[in-house]
Every structure is written in structure tokens, then in C-alpha cells.
């Protein structure tokens, strides 16, 4: 019942609600590149991931991590590291979504749907131990 504790705590809910919200993000942002514009399914992922890693870093700096430090150097440092972080991930999922939807055929919006679970839970993982980890220590 401990570990169950130990992991649902306000910081991991807070993260899966803003995860599911910066997934809803990405995946309507690619949907409008990809099929309303009708650009190419890797470059709208593209897009839509910039999109939605900006949208991540403000959400899990303020609300996930509480990383109130507004100093410029401080939020420069802390972007940089979570877009290096994100641009993993990021990696990651285009190398499984051209797996998924080149190689296997499977259709492109439940590879994107299911790759974004593989994908919230390496940021989460990087966001902890890379990016805010050392600015909640001295918040605390």
C-alpha cells in the first residue's frame, strides 16, 4: 500500500493529466497538419511536437514539478534541458511511428495513440531525473 502511495502522489497524477493533455495537444495539432493541410505524416509529427513540447515544458514547470525560479538564465537552462530530453523522445517516436506506419501498416493515428504511452512515460522519467530534479531541492 506504501509503494501504491509512494507512486500516486499529487506530482505523478498532476503529470498524467498534463501528459494526457499534451498528448490531446499533439495528436490534434498533427491531425490538422497531417489531414486538413495534408502535409507528410513525419513533417506533421514534426510540428505537432514542437508544439507540444512547449506546451509540456510550461505545464511541467509550473504545475508538475513547481519550479516557481522565473530568472531568465534559470528557465533557459531548464528548457534546454528539457528539449534535449524531449528531443530523445522525440526520436523515438518518429523511428516507432515509421515502424508502425511504414513497415507494419498500421494505421497512423493508433500508432501515434499508442507510441504516446511509451512517449509520456520516458518524459516523465527524463523531466524527474534531468530537468527539474535539482531545482525542487532548492525550492524545498
Known amino acids: 500500500m506504501n509503494n501504491i502511495r509512494r507512486i500516486l502522489n499529487k506530482e505523478t497524477i498532476s503529470y498524467v ?3 494526457i493533455l499534451t498528448t490531446i495537444v499533439n ?6 497538419f497531417s ?3 495534408n502535409i507528410n505524416y513525419l513533417i506533421s509529427n514534426t510540428i505537432s511536437w514542437i508544439i ?8 511541467n514547470k509550473f504545475y508538475v514539478f513547481n519550479s516557481k525560479d522565473k530568472r531568465k538564465d534559470v528557465m533557459v537552462k531548464e528548457f534546454i534541458k528539457f528539449v534535449n530530453c524531449r528531443l530523445t523522445s ?13 513497415m507494419m501498416k498500421v494505421n497512423d493515428i ?3 495513440l499508442a507510441i504516446g504511452v511509451i512517449v509520456v512515460v520516458l518524459n516523465f522519467i527524463f523531466s524527474k531525473i534531468f530537468v527539474f530534479q535539482k531545482v525542487n531541492q532548492l525550492n524545498n
Open 52 to 59: 507540444s513540447v512547449v506546451f509540456a515544458y510550461i505545464t
Open 90 to 102: 522525440g526520436v523515438i517516436e518518429i523511428l516507432l511511428l515509421f515502424l508502425l506506419v511504414d
Open 110 to 112: 493508433i500508432s501515434k
Open 35 to 37: 489531414n486538413i493541410i
Open 27 to 32: 495528436l490534434i495539432s498533427y491531425y490538422f
Open 17 to 19: 493529466i498534463f501528459g
